[in-house]
């Protein structure tokens, strides 16, 4: 665990996510799932680091102001407004360039996780789909709920991160709020 200091009092907190294997993948009988989650597979994965939280609209507006490597981000794209909410609405190639603004600013390496890390940090050891159980819920995470009982909320937005209950690594976030 370390915290970044990225200034204008906005800081960055990295977890060590540990090595492991995990079986990637979803299972022919788990509701909802789609043909390219198949075949389910073992994988081996080296530690990393991740950030605890999805990137706020903060920490997003404060390496957007930094001089550009690549491309321009705009410091704007969220369409929900919000410090400490997540950013939204970015492209693969503004979250590179994010990244690599980010490790020359700081002098460490930073990336996006892949494919086979982002599943293993989300589901934090645990054998299930979500690192809570088998079912996901409006009370343990934000995403529309369409099939949720009447008791459901459905914020019809984004949530400010770390409002639901962290995995077993630390993060926050990791199932709804915003699409991975």
């Given at each position: 665990?370390?915290i970044?200091?990225?200034g204008?009092?906005?800081v960055?907190?990295m977890?060590?996510?540990?090595?492991g294997?995990?079986?990637m993948g979803a299972?022919?009988?788990?509701?909802?799932?789609q043909?390219?989650?198949?075949?389910?597979?073992i994988?081996?994965?080296?530690?990393?680091?991740?950030?605890?939280?999805?990137?706020?609209?903060?920490?997003?507006?404060?390496?957007?102001?930094?001089?550009?490597?690549?491309r321009?981000?705009?410091?704007?794209?969220?369409?929900?407004?919000?410090?400490?909410?997540?950013?939204?609405?970015v492209?693969?190639?503004?979250?590179?360039?994010?990244?690599?603004?980010?490790?020359?600013?700081?002098?460490?390496?930073?990336?996006?996780?892949?494919?086979?890390?982002?599943?293993?940090?989300?589901?934090?050891?645990?054998?299930?789909?979500?690192?809570?159980?088998?079912?996901?819920?409006?009370?343990?995470?934000?995403y529309?709920?369409?099939?949720?009982?009447?008791?459901g909320?459905?914020?019809?937005?984004?949530?400010?991160?770390?409002?639901?209950?962290?995995?077993c690594?630390?993060?926050?976030?990791m199932?709804?709020?915003?699409?991975?």
């Open positions: 665990y370390f970044e200091n990225l204008d009092c906005v960055l907190e977890v060590s996510i540990p090595y294997k995990f079986k299972a022919k009988d788990e509701e909802a799932s043909e390219e989650e198949r075949p389910t597979h994988v081996n994965v080296k530690p990393f680091f991740l950030s605890k939280y999805p990137i706020t609209q903060a920490q997003w507006k404060v390496i957007a102001q930094l001089p550009k490597i690549s321009d981000i705009n410091p704007e794209v969220s369409e929900f407004k919000g410090d400490n909410l997540p950013v939204e609405r492209s693969w190639c503004d979250a590179q360039e994010f990244c690599q603004r980010l490790s020359r600013e700081t002098g460490r390496t930073y990336r996006l996780p892949s494919e086979a890390e982002w599943e293993y940090a989300c589901r934090a050891r645990t054998s299930t789909p979500f690192h809570f159980g088998k079912k996901m819920t409006t009370h343990i995470a934000n529309s709920g369409e099939n949720e009982d009447i008791n909320i459905y914020h019809q937005q984004t949530t400010e991160v770390g409002r639901f209950p962290a995995n690594f630390g993060l926050y976030d199932h709804g709020l915003v699409w991975e």
